[in-house]
Nanobody
C-alpha cells in the first residue's frame, strides 16, 4: 500500500509564499512522475506542475514563473515552492505520483488559502 502525505498548506496573504511537501511511503516501485494538482471550490481538479524522474518539469500557464517543483528521488519526496501567491491560487492541493507501470496514487490534499 502506498501513502502520500502532504504538508505545508495554510493561510497566506496575496504576494506571499508557501512551500508544500509530499512524502511517499509504502510499496513503491519505480516512480516516473510526481506532481501537484489543485481543486478550487466549485471547479474541476487541474494540473499545477509535474516533474519526471529525469528532472524534466512542466507547469500550468497560470503558475509559470511563480511556482517551482522539485523532488528527491532517493527520498520519494516532492516539493512545490509557491511565490507571489494570488487569491485565485486558493485551492486544495493534491500530491500525485505515477509509477512506470502506470499505477498512480493520490494524497488526501492540503488546503492553501490566499487572502488578506
Amino acid at each position: 500500500q502506498v501513502q502520500l502525505v502532504e504538508s505545508g498548506g495554510g493561510l497566506v496573504q496575496p504576494g506571499g509564499s508557501l512551500r508544500l511537501s509530499c512524502a511517499a511511503s509504502g510499496s513503491i516501485f519505480s516512480i516516473n512522475v510526481m506532481g501537484w494538482h489543485r481543486q478550487a471550490p466549485g471547479k474541476e481538479r487541474e494540473l499545477v506542475a509535474t516533474i519526471r524522474r529525469s528532472g524534466f518539469t512542466d507547469y500550468a500557464n497560470s503558475v509559470k514563473g511563480r511556482f517551482t517543483i522539485s523532488r528527491d528521488n532517493a527520498k520519494n519526496t516532492v516539493w512545490l515552492q509557491m511565490n507571489s501567491l494570488k487569491p485565485e491560487d486558493t485551492a486544495v492541493y493534491y500530491c500525485n505520483l505515477v509509477e512506470y507501470s502506470g499505477k498512480d496514487y493520490w494524497g488526501k490534499g492540503t488546503l492553501v488559502t490566499v487572502s488578506s
